[in-house]
């Protein structure tokens, strides 16, 4: 795996900060409809890939915590201030 950065901006993708280079192997039919889709949405086929991945990944968080909340019920939200939560329990003693 490589590392690049680009100068300036190709396509919508801009990389800001050094990114890993990858090589797949898909079938050429779906490589000619993933770069129709990349077109047709105006983005690199780097950036499509990138947008898809992203979606999927959170997708996926989304599913674990629905799995967790169907074992532990729902989660309840906390919120507050916890350092000073804490700060008031140790003076408190």
Known sequence: MT???AAAPIG???YTHPVAKVMIS???NLLERLDAQARASRETRSGFLR???ERELQGDRGQRR???EEILGPLVPMGGDFARLIRED???H
Request: net charge neutral; glycine share 0%.
């Open 90 to 92: 140790r003076e408190s």
């Open 66 to 68: 629905k799995e967790l």
């Open 51 to 53: 947008r898809l991945v």
């Open 12 to 14: 919508n993708t801009v």
């Open 3 to 5: 590392t690049a950065t």
């Open 26 to 28: 898909i079938p050429d």
